[in-house]
Structures are given as structure tokens and as C-alpha cells.
């Protein structure tokens, strides 16, 4: 599955559009530019399986470093230390992935929770 059956190209564009710059991705930004923030809760799990690229159950650090060339291949690489906040963001537990309760952390980070209850 890609994400292009989850988003349109242009929510894509605009998304990446905002990042462009090596230190200037901020994931709230992000996901509000694409949209993820209106999308289901189902849609979310499906985007955490996209970016689980080995399929562990897990997004770790170097999935995260790979996130926006998910949204489009000529996409650019996290920096480290914006792949560290984001990281952080997510990891529920401190392990240093996201993990099944990632899945619950991602959508928490996508939907507000006034949105998801």
C-alpha cells in the first residue's frame, strides 16, 4: 500500500512543500499540511504500516530519518536532530522506536485527542 491511496499528490506537495529546509520539519506542521490530522484512526494504522518499512512492529530511528521519502521519493532526509524530536515525540516507553502503542502515540500525534474521543 502507498501513501498516495491515503493522500492526494497535492496534500503530499504541500506537506513536503513546508520542509524543504534541513532543519525546518516540525511533524504537527507536517501532518496538518497533509492532511493526516482529518484522516480515521484506521487510516493513521495504515500509514504506521507504510512507515514500518521492515515490518518489525516497530518505526525505528532509521525509518524515521526515511520518513519524507515516503511521502515522495525526491524527498530529503531528516536531519538527526529532527529525526530525534520526532522520535521522541512518539516513543510512549523511551526504547527508541514506536511501537504498537506507537501506533496509538502516532494517531494522538496526528488527532488531537479532543478529535479522537
Not at 493522500?7 to 496538518?32: H, M, N, P, R, W
Not at 515522495?72 to 520526532?86: G, I, N, Q, V
Not at 506507537?102 to 485527542?113: E, V
Amino acid at each position: 500500500m502507498a501513501l498516495s491511496s491515503i493522500l492526494t499528490e497535492a496534500e503530499i506537495a504541500a506537506g513536503l512543500q513546508c520542509c524543504q529546509a534541513a532543519d525546518s520539519f516540525d511533524y504537527k506542521t507536517f501532518f496538518v499540511k497533509v492532511g493526516l490530522n482529518s484522516k480515521s484512526n484506521d487510516q493513521v494504522a495504515k500509514v504506521f504500516g507504510i512507515l514500518d518499512q521492515d515490518r518489525s512492529g516497530f518505526i525505528e530511528e532509521e525509518e524515521l530519518k526515511l520518513f519524507l521519502k515516503n511521502f515522495s521519493a525526491s524527498a530529503r532526509a531528516l536531519t538527526d536532530a529532527e529525526t530525534k524530536a520526532f522520535l521522541a515525540a512518539g516513543d510512549s516507553d523511551g526504547d527508541g522506536k514506536i511501537g504498537v502503542d506507537g501506533k496509538t502515540a502516532l494517531i494522538k500525534m496526528i488527532i488531537p485527542a479532543s478529535e479522537t474521543s
